[in-house]
Every structure is written in C-alpha cells, then in structure tokens.
T-cell receptor
Framework: AQSVTQPDIHITVSEGASLELRCNYSYGATPYLFWYVQSPGQGLQLLLKYFSGDTLVQGIKGFEAEFKRSQSSFNLRKPSVHWSDAAEYFCVAAGNKLTFGGGTRVLVKP | DAGITQSPRHKVTETGTPVTLRCHQTENHRYMYWYRQDPGHGLRLIHYSYGVKDTDKGEVSDGYSVSRSKTEDFLLTLESATSSQTSVYFC???????????????FGQGTRLTVV
C-alpha cells in the first residue's frame, strides 16, 4: 500500500537558520511528489512538485526539495527561514490517488 | 488560484441531524476529494471521486456518503452527525496526466463543522 512518512512531528528553528523537513514514501513505482504548506487557520498551498527529471526542484517562498530514489525520500529545505514560515508542512505522494504524510509543524524562534 | 469553493464555511449542527457540505469547482478537474483534518491526525481521506457518479471510499468513510452528479459538484453528507465528526473538512481537486496518475491537488478553504 502507498504510504508517506514524515518522521518529525515538530521542528523548532531559529529565524535565519536553515530548515530541512524529511519525507519518505513507500510505493511500487516512483510517484508524483508534492510539498504543501498550511498556515494556521488556512487551506493548503502547493510549495513545489516533482514529476520526473531534475531531482532538485525549486518551489515558491525560497523552498526546494531533493528527490532521492535510492532512499525513497523527498526532503524539503530552505536555507534561511523567516518568521512567516511557521506553519505545518505536508508531503504528498500521488499514484491513483493522493496520500498524505502526517505533517510537520514548524515553529520559528525569533 | 484554482476555482474551488466550499460551502458553508462554518456550520454548527446538532447530534443526529443530517448535514451536507458542498464542493464546487470551475476547473473541470476529473478528481475530487473530501478530507477531514483533526489535531494529531493530519489530513485523512473520507471519499473521493474519479468521475461523474464514480466514487470510492477513503480511510475514514464510516458515517459519510458522497455524490457527484456533475463534474463541478461533489457533495459530502453526514447521514446522522455525531460529535466525533466535529472537524475541519477540506475539498480538493486534481487531474491526471501521462499514465493516469493524479497531478497536484488544489484545496478549498475548508469548512469548520461543529456537532453539539
């Protein structure tokens, strides 16, 4: 069965520091992969997507993600976080339907 | 932004009453989904549709039914609301490409449902 795991439930990072959120997927083939962000009280916004090709994908708000087939991972990174990056982040895999990871809540310290 | 609208945005209802939430899209996307979001559980799929009159269950479908009589509308019905169905409900839409896998989803703003 298709599954997505985000091992970190909460991450606290200082403003200006780098951020990496982990995502591992389990699927019969390489699925399409996405990262979404949800700010408090808001809907979900697409940050970036991977379909095929270049394994390093750029997204909005300065985020990037790297697909590693050998590790079945699709980790999200940002070199320098801003206070506005405090939110919940979801990794999603798409095969014949969408499968969500459990989410990682990011707290940003001043 | 993708044209996807949920209604109502907020609702308070009594235990045992039926409730219907509506999701309307203007994108002509094939797939439509209903998720619920609860603290500590992330987003859980209730039901989804892959075409008009074509629906399937998700992981938390008990107590819910859906209908899709036209491409643009996907209705979620709580047949007899219970307090455990108090949640935030999100509708999403997506399309397919290539070998039939779904592409990125676009989400509505959510419906906050409280069952008292």
């Amino acid at each position: 069965a298709q599954s997505v795991t985000q091992p970190d439930i909460h991450i606290t990072v200082s403003e200006g520091a780098s951020l990496e959120l982990r995502c591992n997927y389990s699927y019969g083939a390489t699925p399409y992969l996405f990262w979404y962000v949800q700010s408090p009280g808001q809907g979900l916004q697409l940050l970036l997507k991977y379909f095929s090709g270049d394994t390093l994908v750029q997204g909005i708000k300065g985020f990037e993600a790297e697909f590693k087939r050998s590790q079945s991972s699709f980790n999200l990174r940002k070199p320098s976080v801003h206070w506005s990056d405090a939110a919940e982040y979801f990794c999603v895999a798409a095969g014949n339907k969408l499968t969500f990871g459990g989410g990682t809540r990011v707290l940003v310290k001043p | 932004d993708a044209g996807i609208t949920q209604s109502p945005r907020h609702k308070v209802t009594e235990t045992g009453t039926p409730v219907t939430l509506r999701c309307h899209q203007t994108e002509n996307h094939r797939y439509m989904y209903w998720y619920r979001q609860d603290p500590g559980h992330g987003l859980r799929l209730i039901h989804y549709s892959y075409g008009v009159k074509d629906t399937d269950k998700g992981e938390v479908s008990d107590g819910y039914s859906v209908s899709r009589s036209k491409t643009e509308d996907f209705l979620l019905t709580l047949e007899s609301a219970t307090s455990s169905q108090t949640s935030v409900y999100f509708c999403a839409i997506s399309n397919t490409q290539g070998g039939g896998d779904v592409t990125e989803a676009f989400f509505g703003q959510g419906t906050r449902l409280t069952v008292v």
